[in-house]
C-alpha cells in the first residue's frame, strides 16, 4: 500500500486546512486509516483515526471539536478538515493505513502502512 498525503501549507492562526491521502495498492482503502502528526523536536503523536466503514472514528484531544476526519471508499481516500488552526498544530502530517480489522485506532501498532507526510504551518 502506498499512501500520498497532500493539502498541507502555511496557514494563519485561525485558519482552515484539508488533508487529503490517497492509498493505492492491492489492499488501499480496505482498512481502518489514520493520522499523526510529528512537531518539531517531539515525538509523533496520534491526531485522529476512522474505521474502514467510517462509522467508528476517535481524536486526540487537542484536535476534537476542530478537526473533523472523512473517507471516501469509492475513491481510497481519507480527508482531515482542520479548523481554527493553532501555533501548535504545525507539525508534520502522517496519513497511515491499518491491514487487519478490530485494532485500537489510536495506536501507532495499528498501522503498518505510512505516508512521507505533509507539512503544517500555522503562524501566530
Known amino acids: 500500500v502506498q499512501l500520498q498525503a497532500s493539502g498541507g501549507g502555511l496557514v494563519q492562526t485561525g485558519d482552515s486546512l484539508r488533508l487529503s491521502c490517497a492509498a493505492s495498492g492491492p489492499t488501499a482503502g480496505n482498512y481502518a486509516m489514520g493520522w499523526f502528526r510529528q512537531a518539531p523536536g517531539k515525538d509523533r503523536e496520534f491526531v485522529s483515526g476512522?474505521?474502514?466503514?467510517?462509522?467508528?472514528?476517535e481524536y486526540a484531544d487537542a484536535v476534537k471539536g476542530r478537526f473533523t476526519i472523512s473517507r471516501d471508499n469509492a475513491k481510497n481516500t481519507i480527508y482531515l478538515q482542520m479548523n481554527d488552526l493553532k501555533p501548535e498544530d504545525t507539525a508534520v502530517y502522517y496519513c497511515?493505513?491499518?491491514?487487519?480489522?478490530?485494532?485500537?485506532?489510536?495506536?501507532?501498532?495499528?498501522?503498518?502502512?505510512w505516508g512521507k507526510g505533509t507539512l503544517v504551518t500555522v503562524s501566530s
Open positions: 476512522v474505521s474502514w466503514s467510517g462509522r467508528t472514528t
Open positions: 497511515t493505513q491499518a491491514k487487519v480489522y478490530g485494532r485500537d485506532l489510536a495506536q501507532e501498532s495499528t498501522y503498518p502502512y
